[in-house]
């Protein structure tokens, strides 16, 4: 399986995905009482959603694999990524204890969902 994933497009995607998180954000924190979201947060947010999406590429670089095997290998080296930005942000800001699990908690289903949808697209193909 192949993306074609321009870097015009990749860019677009990334400013969607970006705001949509964002906003979704911002409306739990307010109605959670909070009415703050610090820059790095928000720039934080913006690497990770770079990460994300910027690794669909690897999906090109394995085109016989079955999508199973394409999808387990992406998700590995994008949590990977991910967590290493989590790593790294930690030298210059102090991390909440529960950093690693909420990006884990945040990415994950999010991630399963785009899956399920790879699947069943490719599923509906053959």
Do not use: Q
Request: aromatic share 10%.
């Amino acid at each position: 399986m192949r993306i074609n994933l321009s870097a015009r497009n990749a860019l677009i995607l990334i400013c969607v995905v970006y705001t949509v998180l964002t906003v979704t954000s911002s409306i739990y924190g307010l109605a959670m009482g909070r009415t703050t979201d610090t820059h790095v947060h928000l720039l934080l947010r913006f690497l990770i959603t770079s990460v994300g999406i910027g690794s669909i590429l690897i999906l090109n670089l394995f085109p016989r694999w079955n999508l199973a095997g394409i999808i387990a290998l992406h998700y590995i080296v994008t949590m990977v990524l991910i967590l290493l930005v989590v790593r790294a942000s930690g030298f210059f800001i102090d991390l909440h204890p529960d950093a690693y699990r909420d990006i884990f908690l945040n990415f994950t289903p999010l991630y399963v969902l785009v899956a399920i949808g790879f699947l069943v697209r490719e599923k509906r193909r053959r």
